[in-house]
């Protein structure tokens, strides 16, 4: 290949990515900094690789830690000229490999990889002697059954193990080292492999078959592991495996990003690669073209504190985006009051024109995700859930997909695509513009949205096409985008990025978490909030509440943030401003029983759910039929106005005033002012003007118009 197609390839990359992309064959560990632009440099090393005549695209296997992942460096390599790449994930790779050499291996067929482990924890821990296991308790020993087969740690070695690194386990070790017993038997009686079983089974192939490794190790001669600092034991096993007595591997990780060490993950290997080859070519990718110079700032602080063994790999990163806002930070009197909060001001982000895939709320863990998901019904803001079913698993998509791959029959190719499958969509019930009620009905309508809008990213294509990509992409588990604000945790957030981002519930207990009990556990949840500043491009805003439901002692913010301005705006000239006291609002109490109310719908209502209902049917009907007409006249979901909970709380408090009004929670400024005087009209009696008949443009800016929707 010539000169000037190698320099091609160099072409806008800054020096330290050109360096790391045209390093000689062998050892390469690439250091690369959160938003360094370490996906390009690995494509484009890859490519250099293909186009200098080292190795072709088949040669090369690029092990990834999700499927997106994956599929978006297959996307960028064909992006590149480049095809043939065997990318996937560790258990993707290995999967393939296993089923082609199960006949030489096992004469006869792979033993059945197992979706869910569930019902064989659940019988091994019967077999073992554990009584009282709930759902919660067999999902608590699964996650530790995962833990210790990732580590390679046999049933016997366990209790030692554990109490070795001082791991909090779930139960019993003596019970936990049973129930594993048990559980590798039931397998085995059954015939069966879980995802440990996968790797450990593909590493012993080539480990005990020399015909399999040399077969293997003929096909791929470059081995290339993103997010090398969150390899486990039992996936080194298997790189060591494939590798052999070979060197030709690239790895690339951000020791300060190692926040998975619950399940195995460890940093070992990135730290320890030059000690394993002395003559490996380190490069250090610092320059952040992701966030603003503050939102780096902020996180050069915090993890410029750290003492963990990472920290001799820390980054220092360096801003190359223009100057944006600095990071606000709030206290709020309780969790609930920082949802509401929350949720106002992604409103007023998506008022200002921002996307609302372009937001994000991150907390520290799923249990929090409730307030958020209520407090962003009750605002009208759609959601995605992080961690929900697989995209294109989930019913909607696989009936839509069905409709359109019937529709090619009768495709004349004359519409343009997006139209064509908004046409076939018909056949499943879906429509652009009947947005139902309910966040899993939004959440579905919108599923098959971002359907639609894949269609007008792909134009050019027919409908046969389309649904040939979609295929790929389901093989690849590459899903679109859904159009709505992000709720994940900060776990689940690794490896994404979004222009505005909440990092919510930053209080001592909470992160870190009062689990939290050794060095090593803290300086990782200091990495945890570090990942999660790491994710915001332009906006970032941090909170905690004082108390969990207004009642209680008062918490403190993180230590993490301790020097930072937590809690304390930052004046232009830099200093903070004193900080100013806050009064914690007293507890919610049932109107009727006086129980603290905690959960954000007893709170709305003013009563527990087991209370029960003082509700004016009459006045609930009206306002039900004023908001219909409201909501149609604003060619908005009737929930935009009004959730149906908010209703019942009106009909059953009957506000008579505007105090009394905004005393229910989630009636905030906006909603007073555009439905604040028809609803006090309502509970009064009184006639209110058709909205058909009124001017719409303040209930057309409360809401937020996307891809010609409301």
């Given at each position: 290949m010539t000169s000037e197609a190698l320099r091609t390839i160099l072409a806008g990359l800054d020096e330290e990515q050109a360096a790391a992309v045209s390093a000689d064959a062998g050892p390469v560990c690439i250091l690369a900094g959160a938003g360094t632009g370490k996906t390009r440099a690995v494509t484009h090393r890859i490519a250099y690789r293909v186009r200098r005549g080292d190795l072709r695209g088949q040669h090369v296997m690029a092990v990834t830690f999700t499927s997106r992942a994956a599929g978006e460096l297959r996307d960028r390599l064909r992006g590149l000229g480049v095809t043939g790449v065997n990318a996937r994930t560790f258990h993707a790779a290995a999967l393939r490999q296993l089923r082609f050499f199960a006949p030489r291996l096992y004469r006869g067929d792979l033993p059945e990889l197992l979706d869910t482990t569930w019902k064989f924890v659940s019988i091994a821990a019967a077999r073992a002697g554990l009584r009282r296991m709930d759902k919660t308790k067999n999902r608590d020993l699964a996650a530790e059954l995962d833990w210790a087969q990732a580590m390679r740690i046999s049933p016997d070695e366990y209790p030692a193990a554990v109490a070795k690194i001082d791991r909090i386990p779930p139960m019993d070790t003596a019970d936990v080292a049973k129930a594993y017993a048990a559980y590798i038997e039931a397998k085995e009686r059954a015939g069966v492999m879980d995802f440990?079983?996968?790797?450990?089974?593909?590493?012993?192939?080539?480990?005990?078959?020399?015909?399999v490794a040399d077969q293997i190790r003929a096909q791929y001669r470059l081995f290339v592991v993103d997010e090398y600092q969150d390899v486990n034991p039992l996936q080194q096993r298997l790189l060591d495996a494939w590798l052999g007595d070979r060197d030709d591997l690239t790895v690339v990780g951000d020791a300060s990003q190692t926040i998975y060490s619950f399940n195995g993950a460890t940093s070992n290997y990135l730290i320890g690669f030059t000690r394993r080859f002395p003559d490996a070519r380190v490069v250090r990718l610092v320059r952040d073209y992701r966030s603003t110079p503050q939102v780096v700032s902020l996180a050069n602080g915090v993890i410029g504190q750290a003492r963990s063994a990472e920290a001799?790999?820390?980054?220092?990163?360096?801003?190359?985006?223009?100057?944006?806002?600095?990071?606000?930070?709030?206290?709020?009197?309780?969790?609930?009051?920082?949802?509401?909060?929350?949720?106002?001001?992604?409103?007023?982000?998506?008022?200002?024109?921002?996307?609302?895939?372009?937001?994000?709320?991150?907390?520290?863990?799923?249990?929090?995700?409730?307030?958020?998901?209520?407090?962003?019904?009750?605002?009208?803001?759609?959601?995605?859930?992080s961690g929900a079913e697989r995209f294109f698993q989930r019913a909607e998509v696989r009936a839509a997909i069905v409709a359109m791959r019937q529709a090619i029959h009768t495709d004349t190719g004359t519409e343009p695509l997006a139209s064509t499958v908004v046409t076939a969509l018909e056949a499943v019930g879906w429509r652009p513009h009947d947005l139902p009620e309910g966040s899993a009905a939004r959440e579905r309508h919108e599923a098959v949205a971002a359907l639609v809008r894949l269609a007008h990213e792909h134009e050019d294509s027919s409908l046969e096409e389309f649904v040939a990509e979609l295929g790929r992409r389901a093989a690849a588990q590459h899903a679109p985008t859904i159009e709505g604000v992000t709720l994940a945790s900060l776990h689940s957030a690794k490896g994404l990025e979004w222009d505005a981002v909440f990092l919510v519930g930053l209080a001592e207990g909470t992160l870190p978490t009062s689990r939290a009990r050794t060095d090593a556990r803290l300086e990782e949840e200091r990495r945890l909030l570090y990942v999660g500043i790491t994710r915001a491009k332009t906006r970032l805003?941090?909170?905690?509440?004082?108390?969990?439901?207004?009642?209680?002692?008062?918490?403190?913010?993180?230590?993490?943030?301790?020097?930072?301005?937590?809690?304390?705006?930052?004046t232009s000239e830099g200093k903070p401003k004193p900080k100013s006291k806050r009064r914690s609002a007293g507890p919610v109490l049932c109107r009727q029983c006086g129980t603290s109310l905690t959960d954000g719908r007893s709170r709305k209502l003013g009563r527990c759910e087991d209370c029960p209902s003082t509700m004016d049917e009459g006045l609930f009907e009206r306002l039900r039929q004023w908001r219909k007409e409201t909501?149609?006249?604003?060619?908005?979901?009737?929930?935009?106005?009004?959730?149906?909970?908010?209703?019942?709380?009106?009909?059953?408090?009957?506000?008579?005033?505007?105090?009394?009004?905004?005393?229910?929670?989630?009636?905030?400024?906006?909603?007073?002012?555009?439905?604040?005087?028809?609803?006090?009209?309502i509970v009064a009696g009184e006639e209110v003007e058709t909205p058909a008949n009124r001017d719409l443009s303040s209930i057309r800016l409360h809401n937020v118009h996307t891809n010609g929707r409301y």
């Open positions: 440990a079983d996968l790797l450990g089974r593909t590493a012993a192939a080539l480990e005990e078959h020399p015909d001799a790999l820390r980054l220092e990163l360096v801003g190359q985006r223009p100057p944006g806002p600095e990071p606000r930070f709030d206290t709020y009197p309780d969790e609930i009051a920082e949802a509401n909060a929350v949720a106002d001001r992604c409103a007023t982000l998506l008022a200002q024109g921002m996307p609302a895939r372009e937001i994000a709320v991150l907390y520290r863990t799923n249990a929090q995700s409730e307030a958020y998901e209520t407090a962003m019904a009750e605002a009208g803001i759609a959601t995605v859930v805003f941090l909170s905690y509440a004082l108390t969990r439901s207004g009642s209680g002692r008062n918490r403190e913010a993180t230590s993490f943030l301790v020097g930072h301005g937590f809690g304390a705006p930052v909501a149609a006249a604003a060619g908005v979901p009737a929930y935009v106005v009004f959730t149906d909970v908010t209703l019942i709380a009106i009909a059953e408090q009957v506000p008579q005033n505007v105090s009394e009004l905004v005393a229910i929670p989630g009636i905030g400024k906006r909603k007073l002012e555009t439905y604040g005087t028809d609803v006090l009209a």
